[in-house]
């Protein structure tokens, strides 16, 4: 990575995000001195550099529009100066930049005094205007080159806008916050109670139809996942199967005729009545064993074909529960015993987060406010309620787990993950607080970079506090309304560590 050089700029004012900071260049070789100005609205920001304004002179003024949505160069567009008086107002403008992000606008003005100085810039998809404050129009030469330079007030490190555009640059305003009390536990994502299972085969058989369900396949409650056909009592011995049949349709036969007989005697007035019942019972007997005799073949046939034509003697196996398929064993054809594990389940729609909390944080838990997790260096997501807190310390770890539920329906989170968990302990405090990804070690100390103008930035140590969420509470270092550089500040280090001075590459 190519190195950027340590400078050192005189900056005349430090003031808020919605006031332009002013940097004024020292004279040489006795011409009148330059200004630079940078101001950020909500939409833009605006770093200038201009000449000191004589009456009747034209001065070139280095116009660098950065979009504050993606930091990056205004690529088109118009640029407008208006310098306004009691006397009215005076007007100079460009049409387009002279290359992306730089406008180069030729400034006259007519008479000297004191001005009031804005810059309007218009493009297809944006309108913005900077009020820059009051400016001062010299008569000569002599009188702007009097004018005394302001004094450096602290040391900065130069990274020009050229450098800033082609990179991943970005600057947040810093504002209070207010920051909870925490500390953070290792964590681990787990299936909430109830929400995983194992399907397993109700009944010894051989599985005559699986669906084909990969692993990660969503499933519904009371959805079919297999069917399995159960065997026969005797399943090596057909024959005799047949025999039992053959005897059920004999036995048959035999009380058919038997109650017919008895009928005809009843009829007759030969017989008792009872006589016909008992008649009429051992023909059911009869008709009952035969089918039974029936079945036993037809699902010793279905056991040996394992085909799904006899439907309605397979036994279906169903999801428990709505959820993922982690684990898929059925396979068409095989023989499972009751018990085997045919699928595993798991709902990941809501799950648990359980952090394992040092047995040295127990006496926080009893204040516990919420908590937030996040995956490897993702960012900081809130945590849903919690669910429990432990009261037994594992003897190995010496650690008890707190148990939050998280909504998942988005399956951000995998059954078994590793996460960190922040547990908040207390009530917030309000303090400046600045996005960890601003804050950079440097050799052991927590330090930003504050954008003191349009290309200087000034390194500051810092003293933190609590965290939450993507801040850090600052105790010392910084105050709300400065800029600090949120992506890249660690290119501004190396440029802090450089020993060149930058070639400044503006095309004005």
């Not at 007007?91 to 387009?96: A, D, I, L, Q």
């Not at 995983?196 to 996942?225: C, F, H, K, N, S």
């Not at 054809?333 to 709902?347: C, I, K, P, Q, S």
Request: aromatic share 6%; charged share 25%.
């Amino acid at each position: 990575m190519k190195k950027y050089g340590l400078a050192i700029l005189a900056v005349c004012t430090l003031c808020s995000c919605t006031r332009p900071n002013a940097e004024q260049r020292s004279p040489a070789d006795g011409k009148p001195e330059g200004f630079s100005v940078s101001h950020w609205s909500p939409r833009t920001e605006l770093f200038m550099e201009y000449p000191a304004l004589i009456a009747g002179h034209t001065g070139r003024f280095a116009v660098h529009l950065t979009r504050l949505d993606n930091f990056k160069p205004l690529a088109a567009g118009s640029v407008e100066i208006r310098l306004a008086s009691a006397g009215g107002t005076e007007r100079f403008s460009t049409t387009g930049p002279s290359r992306p992000g730089i406008f180069g606008v030729d400034v006259k003005p007519s008479a000297p005094g004191a001005f009031t100085m804005s810059v309007l810039v218009r493009s297809s998809d944006l309108s913005d205007t900077h009020d820059l404050g009051t400016v001062t129009v010299y008569a000569g030469e002599a009188s702007a080159s009097g004018h005394p330079p302001g004094k450096p007030q602290e040391e900065t490190i130069a990274f020009l806008k050229e450098q800033q555009w082609s990179l991943d640059f970005a600057t947040e305003t810093v504002t209070e916050r207010t920051v909870r009390p925490s500390f953070t536990a290792p964590a681990e994502v787990q299936p909430r109670a109830g929400g995983q299972g194992d399907v397993t085969a109700p009944l010894d058989g051989r599985v005559a139809e699986a669906v084909a369900i990969p692993a990660g396949r969503a499933v519904a409650i009371g959805e079919v996942l297999a069917r399995i056909a159960p065997p026969a009592s005797t399943p090596a011995d057909l024959p005799a199967l047949q025999l039992v049949r053959a005897e059920s349709e004999n036995a048959l036969r035999f009380t058919r005729r038997d109650r017919e007989r008895a009928q005809r005697l009843v009829d007759a007035g030969a017989s008792p009545a009872r006589r016909l019942e008992e008649a009429r019972l051992a023909e059911a007997t009869a008709e009952a064993r035969l089918k039974t005799a029936e079945e036993r073949i037809a699902q010793y046939e279905s056991t040996r074909e394992a085909g799904a034509g006899a439907a309605a003697r397979l036994f279906a196996v169903r999801a428990p529960i709505s959820g993922t398929v982690t684990e898929s064993r059925a396979v068409t054809g095989a023989n499972v015993r009751a018990g085997d594990v045919l699928f595993r389940l798991v709902d990941a729609a809501q799950v648990y987060i359980t952090a394992s909390v040092p047995e040295s944080e127990l006496p926080r838990l009893r204040t516990l406010t919420g908590a937030e997790w996040r995956a490897g260096e993702g960012s900081w997501k809130p945590i849903g309620r919690l669910v429990s807190t432990g009261r037994v310390v594992d003897p190995q770890a010496r650690t008890v787990p707190v148990i939050y539920e998280v909504d998942n329906r988005d399956a951000r989170l995998a059954i078994g993950q590793a996460v960190t968990a922040r547990l908040f302990t207390a009530a917030g405090t309000t303090a400046p607080a600045v996005r960890e990804s601003a804050i950079v070690d440097d050799a052991g100390r927590p330090v930003v970079f504050v954008q003191v103008t349009g290309e200087a930035f000034a390194r500051r140590p810092l003293k933190l506090g609590h965290r939450q969420g993507e801040y850090a509470q600052v105790l010392e270092g910084l105050r709300p309304g400065e800029r600090v550089v949120t992506r890249g500040a660690y290119l501004i280090r190396l440029a802090a560590l450089s020993s060149q001075i930058p070639a400044h590459g503006h095309v004005h």
